[in-house]
């Protein structure tokens, strides 16, 4: 079956550090990748998306770039702000399938002033 | 208002007791889904509907069910609650396949605590 692995958290950084939060994937197929990301006491909201090998999502300023032969997914951002305070959950899904996402078990991030 | 709305928002409940988790959706979309969240698990796929006449079980459906009253409303119930089943659960909704959409939209969550 379909799976992601992301990397444990939490994550712990001082504001403007740069932030790598590794994901990766195994599947069946080309699957669609995304970012979600879940404030404190909030759903999920998408943060960006790839749909085909080697496409870039970016969203405010985080960025991710699908991987086919590393089977990876991911997320950066230069320079992180405590508002970017998080939990980030990598996920896949096949559009032509159902549209049901498979997701990582979520990393914690917390920036501190 | 939010696009997609979960009720109750927090909820307790005894062992044994059935309880309904109710979503609702002014997005239009065909699909909907529901999740629980574990910590360290993400989000786990209970059930998900494609229509009103089409039900599906998803990875973990077992001690739940579900409801698809109308196009933009999918409840969720627990019919003999257990304290496994104490969770964060999301309701999300998606368009049909067109164009290759895929995005997903989540409620706000129900936290519910099974004592």
């Known amino acids: 079956g379909n799976s992601v692995t992301q990397m444990e958290g939490p994550v712990t950084l001082s504001e403007e550090a740069f932030l790598t939060i590794n994901c990766t994937y195994t599947?069946?197929?080309?699957?669609?990748l995304f970012w979600y990301v879940q404030y404190p006491g909030e759903g999920l909201q998408l943060l960006l998306k790839a749909t085909k090998a080697d496409d870039k999502g970016s969203n405010k300023g985080f960025e991710a770039t699908y991987r086919k032969e590393t089977t990876s997914f991911h997320l950066e951002k230069g320079s992180v702000q405590v508002s970017d305070s998080a939990v980030y959950f990598c996920a896949l899904s096949f559009w032509n399938a159902g549209n049901m996402l498979t997701f990582g078990g979520g990393t914690r991030l917390m920036v501190k002033p | 208002d939010a696009d997609v709305t979960q009720t109750p928002r927090n909820r307790i409940t005894k062992t044994g007791k059935r309880i309904m988790l109710e979503c609702s959706q002014t997005?239009?979309?065909?699909?909907m889904y529901w999740y629980r969240q574990d910590p360290g698990l993400g989000l786990r796929l209970i059930y998900y509907?494609?229509?009103?006449?089409?039900?599906n079980k998803g990875e973990i459906s077992d001690g739940y069910s579900v409801s698809r009253q109308a196009q933009a409303k999918f409840s969720l119930s627990l019919e003999s609650a257990i304290p496994n089943q104490t969770a964060l659960y999301f309701c999300?909704?998606?368009?049909?396949?067109?164009?290759?959409?895929?995005?997903?939209?989540f409620g706000q969550g129900t936290r519910l605590t099974v004592v």
């Open positions: 509907s494609f229509d009103v006449k089409d039900i």
């Open positions: 997005k239009g979309h065909d699909r």
């Open positions: 999300a909704t998606s368009p049909s396949p067109g164009g290759g959409n895929t995005e997903a939209f």
């Open positions: 599947a069946t197929g080309y699957p669609s």
